[in-house]
């Protein structure tokens, strides 16, 4: 009786312990469920608070307070190992070194944050990184750089994530800026358009403001009545909300412009109204510039001195601010077209002189709306540093001590489950033991003679364990000298990789013989069976860029061989014309590497473009073997396929053609090989001959240099490739003419 009573004890304990372990379960699902919602909860308690204070220290240039907040915040980051606090410590470091001015430690910091995101996979954070990047590049004036990534800030948006109202506005009003700094007036006045349909607070507050800047576009296109409607709206909202600077510019705006229509009395009344609010009006050294304006107005009127009142003005204001060159330049303009009105001629040359002698700045870009104002502190939050730290201490804490009565529950649970186990195995063992216990008495003189065989197995059970020893230290050695031989064999691949280098033309001769060019060379491995050659053949600049078959060392080998070919059709049997050298070229691949082999498959065959370029005449004869060349002008990019037949192939029947183009200025020619379009990303897809020749046009219609345009294929090649590995050698060279 007391045994059951013991094993009903037993079963009940393991009852509980079923029913304990199957809620402690059920808990912890329910957190790994809510898990993804509380870290957005705390990435939102932790970061806005921080992110208002920060804006206020910036605001109020503490950059001492900044620099201590951002301290605290790196430890407690480092200590908790939060990535996502990290990160945003490295935006806001980038923050604060872009508003000192110290662009390469703001680049330092932004690029530490985008590895962290990258690696978080968090779309949140790579858009903060992006909208980062493209007001650093901004700043730097690399305005290119800032649109690519404004544009890949906008990407980052979906039903399930957003895009922050205050972001887009600031995005879409600095690419605006930068479209009117470039003279892109139809793009900055698209962008401005956007930031006005945006419907929020931000934008409504900064309506007035679009508007003349918009109002400003109208004017330089000279679209009165564009700018008069612009005008006529912005006035209203600037008086509402009390922005004196916009109210100046209208009156501005339209005095000039009832002068220029002829409107003298609409004039001076404007005037009259521009001229009191400037007096009312001290903001930042703005008051200069009003000065200035004034001028302009009085000289057009006539009234010589109160124009010559405010040049005064203006002269005794400088020694309080300090004037950008080109507003000064064009004060300098103002005061030479008043002493011209006055007769004062001797006067008006001197300052149209100074201007002469003024060095400036062409690519001068006024940032406005840039600054984090008051008006952008939208989260008003003032948690102290130490509290949040103090609450997220406790945090931790409490949920180390959820984490451990877990991992008790779990452990008694395993516990038991362990021994019931266990009890279960010995319990069947025992049985299995009463079982094979006759079976065992009955068998003991076959175990007796089991145990005579085992002292002949343990003799050979040794010998094998000798030539086990024995195998084992042969293949050390034969493992040694596989190392030794990798070693040389990696050794005498770098000692190709020089040779190749040192065979390759320098860039400078290019640059002297073509003008501004670039050159793209990535090999997939150390060595590349890509190259790029030149040659001066009397009046005539030849350059080729050649892809033989393969890649490594087998390549390499192939492009030496190509090089000494070319070297002796071009330098010593002078052949010159890009048809003849391709054809004897095939001939020579033919002549010495195929004449020992009957089946021989055109396995060292090459795909290249040469082109012969003549300065005087601007006459460029090219001819292709199974390769592509792109000539971008004004009209478009145009592609030239040449000849299906590689140097060296098997094919019959086809021959080589020269064509031959007569070069506008400002033309660009791009020789490739195949590696950078077919270069595959993470979906297994092909860059592309057709995207390959639209990105030339989109480089074309930006007009940037030859060092841009490198930076910007490598950059679109990068983007498009991913995580996936280089397929081919990649060479580009791009010619500007």
Known sequence: MEVRRGIGRFWVTVAWMIVLLGSSIVVSAKEDTLCPSKREEERDSLIRPY??????????????????????????????????????????????????????????????????????QDTILLREVYFSFGELSQDTENYMTALAAYRECLRMESESLPFPRTMRYTVYNNNALIYESQGDYDDALLYYQKALDLEDSLSY?????????????????QDTTMMLDLLYKAYPLAQENGDTSVIINVHLYLASTYLEQGFRAWAEEEIEQYETRFANFRSFGETDFFASDLVELYTTLGNYD????????????????????????????????????????????????????????????????????????????????EEVIKKLSKENERRKRHNNQRMLLLSLAFLLFAFI??????????????????????????????NQKW??????????????????????????????????????IEFVRDIQQVMLPDARLIEQAFGESFIIYKPRDIVSGDFYWYANAGPYEMLALVDCAGHGVPGALMSLIGHVLLDKIVKQWRLNTPAQVLMTLHDQIHENLSYQSTTYLGHYSMDLTLIRYEREKRELVFSS??????????EGVKRYRGSIMSAGSTLANCTYENETVILEPDTWVYLTSDGFTDQLNENFRKYGSNRFQDELWRMRESSTSAEDQRFFLLEGLALHQGAADQADDICVIGLHF
Request: net charge positive; charged share 25%; proline share 0%.
């Open 51 to 120: 992110a208002s204070r920060f804006s206020r220290y910036l605001q109020r240039s503490e950059f001492e307070e900044y620099a201590n907040l951002l301290d605290s915040l790196y430890r407690e980051a480092k200590g908790s190992r939060n990535s996502v606090l990290l990160t945003y410590c490295h935006l806001w470091s980038n923050e604060e070194f872009r508003r000192r001015g110290e662009y390469d430690s703001a680049y330092y910091y932004l690029l530490q944050s985008s590895q962290l995101a990258r690696i978080l």
């Open 625 to 634: 073997a199974s390769s592509t060349l792109y000539i971008s002008t004004h």
């Open 205 to 221: 507050n900064y309506r007035a403001r679009l508007y003349s800047n918009m109002s400003f576009i109208a004017k330089i296109r």
């Open 455 to 492: 002292g002949s197995l343990e003799n050979v059970l040794n010998n094998q364990r000798a030539d086990l020893e024995q195998s084992t230290a042969l293949l050390q050695n034969l493992l040694d000298t596989l190392h030794s031989h990798s070693r040389k064999v990696n050794h005498n």
């Open 306 to 385: 109160r124009a010559m009142y405010y040049v005064r003005k203006a002269y005794r204001s400088m020694s309080e601010f300090t004037w950008l060159p080109e507003f000064y330049r064009e004060f300098l303009f103002r005061c030479a077209k008043l002493a011209a009105a006055q007769g004062h001629f001797k006067k008006a040359v001197a300052y149209i002189d100074s201007v002469s002698r003024m060095e400036l700045s062409n690519d001068v870009v006024l940032h406005v709306l840039r600054e984090r104002g008051d008006n952008f502190d939208l989260l008003n939050l003032h948690a102290e540093n």
């Open 421 to 450: 186990l266990m009890h279960r195995y010995l319990k069947m063992h025992s049985n299995g033991l009463r079982r094979t216990q006759e079976a065992l008495i009955k068998e003991s003189d076959y175990a007796r003679q089991l």
